[in-house]
C-alpha cells in the first residue's frame, strides 16, 4: 500500500507570489491534515479536511487556504507569500473519522519544504 | 487548552544504551491518544508508538515502550538499545478525541544524539 505522497518536495519561490502544494493521501483514507514546520513556532496545525469539508482551521491568516476532492486528495494554497511562510508542509492522512477513542493513528508524507526569498 | 511538553531540547546516549525522552501534557479531557514521532534529517515524520488514554498498559514496539503515567499527565518514551540510526528528532503529540478533528498538538522535541 502506497504511503502518503506530498508534491512538490521542494519548492523555491518570491515575495509577493503564491504556491500550491498537493498530498495524496493513503488509500481509503477520507482525513486530511496539515502542518507547518518552522525552527521558530515548531509543529503547527494549518486545517484538516473530511470528505472534502474543512473541519477545522488553525490559526493562521486567511493567505493560508485549501481544499479536498472527491478521491481525497487534498491540496493548500498560500498567496501573496512572505518571507515567514518558508517551512517544511506536512501533510498527514488518517482514516478513522474523529471523535472515535480507538487508534486512529495519522500517517505523515515526506514533507513540502518551501522557500521564500 | 491542551498544551505538550518536552523539557528536554536535546540528549546524548552511548549506542546500546537505553534512553528515556519525557512527556507531559495537559489536558482536561478524558479521552486522548499520544503518539511519539521520529523526525531524521529527511523531514518525514515516522510513527513510532501510540498510547490511548483508556489503555491499561503501556505500549510496547520492539525497542520503543511508552511509560504512561496518566495521573501525573506523563509519556516518556524508552529507547532501549541506542542504534546510531536513532539520532533524530522525537516528538510527542496529542490527540483530542472529543472534537470534530483529527487535529495533533506537537511538543517542541527533543534532539537525540546517539554517540558510537
Known amino acids: 500500500k502506497a504511503g502518503v505522497t506530498q508534491t512538490p518536495r521542494y519548492l523555491i519561490k518570491t515575495r509577493g507570489q503564491q504556491v500550491t502544494l498537493s498530498c495524496s493521501p493513503i488509500?481509503?483514507?477520507?482525513?486530511v491534515s496539515w502542518y507547518q514546520q518552522t525552527p521558530g513556532q515548531g509543529l503547527q496545525f494549518l486545517f484538516e479536511?473530511?470528505?472534502?469539508?474543512?473541519?477545522n482551521k488553525g490559526n493562521f491568516p486567511g493567505r493560508f487556504s485549501g481544499r479536498q476532492f472527491s478521491n481525497s486528495r487534498s491540496e493548500m494554497n498560500v498567496s501573496t507569500l512572505e518571507l515567514g511562510d518558508s517551512a517544511l508542509y506536512l501533510c498527514?492522512?488518517?482514516?478513522?473519522?474523529?471523535?472515535?477513542?480507538?487508534?486512529?493513528?495519522?500517517?505523515f508524507g515526506p514533507g513540502t519544504r518551501l522557500t521564500v526569498l | 487548552a491542551q498544551k505538550i511538553t518536552q523539557t528536554q531540547p536535546g540528549m546524548f546516549v552511548q549506542e546500546k544504551e537505553a534512553v528515556t525522552l519525557d512527556c507531559t501534557y495537559d489536558?482536561?479531557?478524558?479521552?486522548?491518544?499520544l503518539f511519539w514521532y521520529k523526525q531524521p534529517s529527511s523531514g518525514e515524520m515516522i510513527f513510532l508508538i501510540y498510547?490511548?488514554?483508556?489503555?491499561?498498559q503501556n505500549a510496547t514496539e520492539g525497542r520503543y515502550s511508552l511509560n504512561f503515567q496518566k495521573a501525573r499527565k506523563s509519556a516518556n518514551l524508552v529507547i532501549s538499545a541506542s542504534q546510531l540510526g536513532d539520532s533524530a528528532m522525537y516528538f510527542c503529540?496529542?490527540?483530542?478525541?472529543?472534537?470534530?478533528?483529527?487535529?495533533?498538538?506537537f511538543g517542541t522535541g527533543t534532539l537525540l544524539a546517539v554517540q558510537p
Open positions: 488509500s481509503g483514507h477520507r482525513s
Open positions: 503529540a496529542i490527540l483530542y478525541y472529543g472534537g470534530a478533528t483529527n487535529k495533533l498538538i
Open positions: 479536511y473530511f470528505s472534502e469539508t474543512q473541519r
Open positions: 498527514a492522512s488518517s482514516l478513522n473519522p474523529s471523535g472515535s477513542p480507538s487508534y486512529n493513528e495519522q500517517f
Open positions: 498510547q490511548g488514554s483508556y489503555d491499561q
Open positions: 489536558t482536561s479531557d478524558p479521552s486522548y491518544g
